[in-house]
């Protein structure tokens, strides 16, 4: 059975770094896309990053581009999230997922499973 398990969220203050973890048990995790999404309070989950199986390319939403990097070891079977310069608006449930190689990586529906997510607070 595949799990997802993230760590590494917490309550930071704004301009502050965080890095998220997200530990796969998955026996062929390299063939794998893995993504990240958020989900504030009162909206949709959405998009921030995704990384294709080989790390050869990262995907991220435009308002995070710059401040946060997502990276992977396949060794490890981990994929990260460092996270910069954190502003308020972070302020979410971040989720990883794992999906099969796909066009549309910054959808929901690429992915096949999902982490229980991580709470990451950002305070002014």
């Known amino acids: 059975q595949v799990q997802l398990v993230e760590s590494g969220g917490g309550l930071v203050q704004a301009g502050g770094s965080l890095r998220l973890s997200c530990a796969a048990s998955i026996r062929t995790f390299s063939i794998y896309h893995m993504g990240w999404f958020r989900q504030a309070p009162g909206k949709e989950r959405e998009f921030v990053a995704a990384i294709s199986g080989n790390g050869g390319v990262n995907y991220y939403t435009g308002s995070m581009q710059g401040r946060f990097t997502i990276s992977r070891d396949n060794a490890k079977s981990t994929v990260y999230l460092q996270m910069n310069s954190l502003k308020p608006e972070d302020t979410a449930v971040y989720y990883c997922?794992?999906?099969?190689?796909?066009?549309?990586?910054?959808?929901?529906?690429?992915?096949?499973?999902w982490g229980q997510g991580t709470q990451v607070t950002v305070s002014l």
């Open positions: 997922a794992a999906g099969r190689p796909a066009q549309a990586v910054r959808s929901m529906t690429s992915y096949d499973y």
